[in-house]
């Protein structure tokens, strides 16, 4: 019976896959133009200041802002998510965060508005990660509950696989952009851009989430009871171990990712002096690994688990957090590439097998909230000041501190995985 569930996959599974690979795209897109944008113009453009480093610091902080607005997202998306069902959740996920980020691309800048400027743009950086945060764990949910017997870690890679798609699209269009405008062009008007073209693509992820139905998990939940009345109170009644160890779990995750990105970023070119198309080559060339890591992580998290991927994972970004200093400090594009391309494989691994981890901790009934909390909370421990932390460690004592920083991320990581059991539910 497994065996031709696997074998066959009917036309409304390609379609579930599809919804949580695209979602997701979708989702990481409006994330990562505000990443980039963050690192390269937004530090002049809204938060003058005498110093440039001082700049990129108050410009990174706006993205921590998203960080703490995604568990309040977790809890309201995942409240309804456990309450109504998967499908009108992703639904009202993706038109909020898409919303967010188009209206970035008409916010005036500090010379138009004053203080105005910044704090719109907070506030709309804070719909962003209210949308991300109910985003992440529906699409999981609907990839691992439409999942046949033993292929719950290859179907909850794909809305992993959304990570680098978005990452290309996002990277690739500032890119192109930055090689048909002049600087000053970029920075009066080219960066909105990307922001403006969310829209078509939080149009086809729309198009693909509104023919989806539920999936079967969660009509098998309801119909042998009703839902909880308040979902994240059960989840810390009843299954608070798990939450608060899966929390952590998903540290390195994100520590290691916004090293790679947002902070190299911003590395490469305010310190080491590349030009901004010079990096972001250099990521683009780089992304590919972490989309190969994810794909191998999801088939070696079936033929094994989860869980000792992950654990794997850690001690491969505690070697990254060594090779930091050298490689990424040698002022040399190649070897900047290389650290790129280990640090996004080593990203596959501790991100790829998240899709079917996270979702097996918890019961049905609390699933879209116990999942989306413990991504969402460990993205604030992991990633939300990262980049803020890391440019403060490196202005005052090179990158050493900062690949230490990321060893003791991942260590973290590896302890609350240990501590966690192999076991997960239906």
């Given at each position: 019976?497994?065996?031709s569930s696997a074998a066959v996959t009917p036309p409304s599974t390609r379609r579930v896959l599809t919804a949580s690979l695209v979602g997701t795209a979708v989702e990481f897109y409006d994330f990562y133009i505000y990443a980039t944008a963050a690192s390269l113009v937004f530090g002049p453009l809204f938060f003058p200041s005498a110093s440039p480093s001082m700049q990129l610091l108050s410009s990174y902080a706006t993205m921590a802002v998203a960080f703490f607005a995604r568990p309040l997202g977790a809890v309201v998306f995942g409240h309804y998510g456990d309450r109504i069902g998967r499908k009108s959740t992703l639904v009202a996920s993706l038109m909020l965060m898409?919303?967010?980020?188009?209206?970035?691309?008409?916010l005036p800048t500090y010379a138009m508005a004053g203080w105005i400027a910044p704090v719109m743009l907070?506030?709309?950086r804070f719909g962003?990660?209210?949308g991300l945060g109910g985003e992440w764990g529906g699409a999981a949910l609907l990839a691992v509950e439409n999942a046949p017997p033993g292929w719950r870690a290859r179907y909850g890679m794909f809305p992993q696989l959304g990570a680098p798609v978005g990452f290309i699209a996002a990277n690739g269009l500032f890119l192109i952009l930055g090689m048909m405008?002049?600087?000053e062009q970029f920075q009066a008007w080219g960066w909105r851009i990307p922001f403006l073209g969310s829209i078509l693509l939080v149009g086809v992820g729309l198009w693909v989430r509104l023919r989806l139905t539920e999936t079967p998990s969660f009509a098998k939940a309801l119909a042998e009871e009703k839902?909880?009345?308040?979902?994240l109170a059960e989840l810390f009644q009843r299954h608070l171990m798990p939450t608060i160890a899966g929390t952590f779990a998903v540290v390195a995750c994100f520590a290691v990712f916004y090293l790679a990105t947002a902070f190299a970023l911003g590395y490469g070119v305010q310190t080491l002096g590349h030009s901004r198309e010079t990096f972001l080559g250099v990521q683009l060339g780089a992304i590919g690994f972490m989309a190969l890591g994810i794909v191998i992580a999801g088939y070696w998290a079936d033929a094994t688990n989860p869980?000792?991927?992950?654990m794997a994972g850690c001690l491969m970004a505690i070697v990254v957090g060594v090779l930091l200093p050298p490689m990424l400090g040698a002022d040399s594009l190649f070897l900047s590439w290389a650290f790129l391309s280990l640090a996004l494989l080593t990203m596959g691994f501790v991100y790829g097998p998240l899709g079917a981890f996270l979702p097996g901790l918890f019961p049905a009934r609390v699933r879209y909230t116990g999942a989306s909390m413990a991504f969402n909370v460990g993205g604030i421990i992991g990633g939300g000041l990262t980049p803020?932390?890391?440019?403060a460690l490196s202005s005052q004592g090179g990158l050493v501190p900062v690949g230490i920083y990321l060893g003791v991320a991942a260590l973290i990581s590896l302890v609350a995985l240990s501590m966690l059991k192999n076991e997960h539910h239906d």
């Amino acid at each position: 019976m497994a065996n031709s569930s696997a074998a066959v996959t009917p036309p409304s599974t390609r379609r579930v896959l599809t919804a949580s690979l695209v979602g997701t795209a979708v989702e990481f897109y409006d994330f990562y133009i505000y990443a980039t944008a963050a690192s390269l113009v937004f530090g002049p453009l809204f938060f003058p200041s005498a110093s440039p480093s001082m700049q990129l610091l108050s410009s990174y902080a706006t993205m921590a802002v998203a960080f703490f607005a995604r568990p309040l997202g977790a809890v309201v998306f995942g409240h309804y998510g456990d309450r109504i069902g998967r499908k009108s959740t992703l639904v009202a996920s993706l038109m909020l965060m898409g919303g967010s980020t188009v209206a970035i691309a008409f916010l005036p800048t500090y010379a138009m508005a004053g203080w105005i400027a910044p704090v719109m743009l907070c506030v709309l950086r804070f719909g962003q990660g209210f949308g991300l945060g109910g985003e992440w764990g529906g699409a999981a949910l609907l990839a691992v509950e439409n999942a046949p017997p033993g292929w719950r870690a290859r179907y909850g890679m794909f809305p992993q696989l959304g990570a680098p798609v978005g990452f290309i699209a996002a990277n690739g269009l500032f890119l192109i952009l930055g090689m048909m405008l002049t600087p000053e062009q970029f920075q009066a008007w080219g960066w909105r851009i990307p922001f403006l073209g969310s829209i078509l693509l939080v149009g086809v992820g729309l198009w693909v989430r509104l023919r989806l139905t539920e999936t079967p998990s969660f009509a098998k939940a309801l119909a042998e009871e009703k839902p909880p009345a308040v979902p994240l109170a059960e989840l810390f009644q009843r299954h608070l171990m798990p939450t608060i160890a899966g929390t952590f779990a998903v540290v390195a995750c994100f520590a290691v990712f916004y090293l790679a990105t947002a902070f190299a970023l911003g590395y490469g070119v305010q310190t080491l002096g590349h030009s901004r198309e010079t990096f972001l080559g250099v990521q683009l060339g780089a992304i590919g690994f972490m989309a190969l890591g994810i794909v191998i992580a999801g088939y070696w998290a079936d033929a094994t688990n989860p869980r000792r991927v992950l654990m794997a994972g850690c001690l491969m970004a505690i070697v990254v957090g060594v090779l930091l200093p050298p490689m990424l400090g040698a002022d040399s594009l190649f070897l900047s590439w290389a650290f790129l391309s280990l640090a996004l494989l080593t990203m596959g691994f501790v991100y790829g097998p998240l899709g079917a981890f996270l979702p097996g901790l918890f019961p049905a009934r609390v699933r879209y909230t116990g999942a989306s909390m413990a991504f969402n909370v460990g993205g604030i421990i992991g990633g939300g000041l990262t980049p803020v932390v890391a440019q403060a460690l490196s202005s005052q004592g090179g990158l050493v501190p900062v690949g230490i920083y990321l060893g003791v991320a991942a260590l973290i990581s590896l302890v609350a995985l240990s501590m966690l059991k192999n076991e997960h539910h239906d």
